[in-house]
Structure formats: structure tokens, C-alpha cells
């Protein structure tokens, strides 16, 4: 079975300051890999995706993610953290047939110091 | 485009009472999922539907919780005699084909009391 593993429960980083947010995964087959940001009371917002193609994937709101499939992993960069990004981070891998599934890490959230 | 509607966004239930989530999906999309967010923790995939067809119900617990995705109408999850064990928040999301970009609604937040 899928499994995903955040390590860190929380980060404090300050505003200005590069971000990197880990991601393990555990999968059999071919991952797809997202990343989802939660702000507090509200829904998950899709940031970016890994299907195939170019490891390096661009995101929104300027994060951007890189696939390594030698170290199972799929880790969230932002080279300069605002004060909105403070939020909880949510790495998924899609399983079943066609990647329908997702199987959630524990989340990862974010405090961002002036 | 309107994108996922949940509603009720907050629900109270005593033990024992039914309660009932709805989810409309985004216009164009047929597929429905929904998660459970329990407290402090990460989200959980409970079932898979198409309309009117459950297609994977592997996280669903096998007592008290039923879903259904009709051909007019939200999805709902039902949630019979709850328990306190069953304060969380509710997670639908949709995507427009079998492929794998899925979007979420607000969710709802259950809480019994």
C-alpha cells in the first residue's frame, strides 16, 4: 500500500527566506504526486502536480517541486517565503487505477516570522 | 465557474442523530471523492463515486457511513447514529475525468456533541 511521510510537523521560517518542505513517499508503481496548501478553516488548494516528463515542476503562487525517484521523494521549494504562505502543506500520492486515490502525508505547517 | 459547494460548512449532531453532507461538484465534473480530516491530522480517502455508481469504498468505515452520487443532484454523505468519534472535517473533492487532478470543496465540520 501507498504510504506518504512528512517529516517535519512544523517549520518556522522568516519572511524573505527560502522554504523547503520534505516529502517521502512509498509507492509501487509510477507515483503521481501533488502538493496541497490548507489555510486555517478552509479547503485544500492544489499547488502543483507531477504526472511524468520534466522532474521539475513550477506551481503557483512561485513554489515549485522536484521528483527524485532514487530517494522517493518529492520535495516543495519557494525561494522567498511571504507572510500569506503561512498555512499547513499537504504532500498526496495518487494510487488506484488511475491515480484517483490520494493517500495524504500528515501535513507540514508553516509559521512565517516578520 | 463555480468550483466545489459543501454545505452545511458547520453541522452539530447529538450522539446518535443523522447526519447528512452534501456535495456538488464543479459544473462538468462526474467524478466525487470524499476525505475525512480528523483533528491534527492528515486527510483520509473514504470513497470514490461516479454518478450513480460507487466505484471504490475501501476507506469507508464498514458501519453507520453511506454515500451516494445520484444522477440529478449532490453527492451526499450520510452518517447514521453518530458518535463522538466522528467529529472531523469533510472533505468532497471532483475532477472532470478519471484523471487525476482533483479539486476541493470548503468542507464540512462535524461536530457531536
Not at chain 1, 506551481?59 to 504562505?85: C, M, T, Y
Request: aromatic share 12%; charged share 20%.
Amino acid at each position: 500500500a501507498q504510504s506518504v511521510t512528512q517529516p517535519d510537523i512544523h517549520i518556522t521560517v522568516s519572511e524573505g527566506a527560502s522554504l523547503e518542505l520534505r516529502c517521502n513517499y512509498s509507492y509501487g508503481a509510477t507515483p503521481y504526486l501533488f502538493w496541497y496548501v490548507q489555510s486555517p478553516g478552509q479547503g485544500l488548494q492544489l499547488l502543483l502536480k507531477y504526472f511524468s516528463g520534466d522532474t521539475l515542476v513550477q506551481g503557483i503562487k512561485g513554489f515549485e517541486a522536484e521528483f527524485k525517484r532514487s530517494q522517493s521523494s518529492f520535495n516543495l521549494r519557494k525561494p522567498s517565503v511571504h507572510w500569506s504562505d503561512a498555512a499547513e502543506y499537504f504532500c498526496a500520492v495518487g494510487a488506484g487505477a488511475a491515480g484517483n486515490k490520494l493517500t495524504f502525508g500528515g501535513g507540514t505547517r508553516v509559521l512565517v516570522k516578520p | 465557474n463555480a468550483g466545489v459547494m459543501q454545505n452545511p460548512r458547520h453541522l452539530v449532531r447529538r450522539r446518535g442523530q443523522e447526519a447528512r453532507l452534501r456535495c456538488s461538484p464543479m459544473k462538468g465534473h462526474s467524478h466525487v471523492y470524499w476525505y475525512r480530516q480528523l483533528p491534527e491530522e492528515g486527510l483520509k480517502f473514504m470513497v470514490y463515486l461516479q454518478k450513480e455508481n460507487i466505484i471504490d469504498e475501501s476507506g469507508m468505515p464498514k458501519e453507520r457511513f453511506s454515500a451516494e452520487f445520484p444522477k440529478e443532484g449532490p453527492s451526499i454523505l450520510r452518517i447514521q447514529q453518530v458518535v463522538r468519534g466522528d467529529s472531523a472535517a469533510y472533505f468532497c473533492a471532483s475532477s472532470a475525468t478519471q484523471v487525476y487532478e482533483q479539486y476541493f470543496g470548503p468542507g464540512t465540520r462535524l461536530t457531536v456533541t
